[in-house]
């Protein structure tokens, strides 16, 4: 088992910056990826970054890229997502979640965290 906590969202004004955590406990050593998802009312899960252990090689989905930068610090087994120039339409339940493969398909990932709120107003 893989038990996931996510912290640091919360309400910003559009243009600002927020920097969620995500913390890993338990068996870790059965996951290869990382990765942050985010939920809208209405909407479907959709990606929005990725990073393997090893090696830290990342991946981003268009809508964020130049904006935010996902990284790792696998002493802590923790993985942070750096938001700048937030949007509106960032706003969502961000959630972090492992995978034994690389992909973006959220069916994919094994264990969940249950989600920060960020909140971004105009």
């Known amino acids: 088992q893989v038990q996931l906590v996510e912290s640091g969202g919360g309400l910003v004004q559009a243009g600002g910056s927020l920097r969620l955590s995500c913390a890993a406990s338990?068996?870790?050593?059965?996951?290869?990826?990382m990765g942050w998802f985010r939920q809208a009312p209405g909407k479907e899960r959709e990606f929005v970054a990725r990073?393997?252990?090893?090696?830290?090689?990342?991946w981003y989905a268009d809508s964020v890229k130049g904006r935010f930068a996902i990284s790792a610090d696998n002493a802590k087994n923790t993985v942070y997502l750096q938001m700048n120039s937030l949007k509106p339409e960032d706003t969502a339940v961000y959630f972090c979640?492992?995978?034994?493969?690389?992909?973006?398909?959220?069916?994919?990932?094994?264990?969940w965290g249950r989600g920060t709120q960020v909140t971004v107003s105009s």
């Open positions: 338990g068996r870790t050593f059965s996951t290869s990826v």
């Open positions: 990073i393997r252990w090893s090696g830290l090689r990342t």
């Open positions: 979640a492992t995978s034994r493969y690389d992909t973006v398909t959220p069916e994919n990932y094994d264990y």
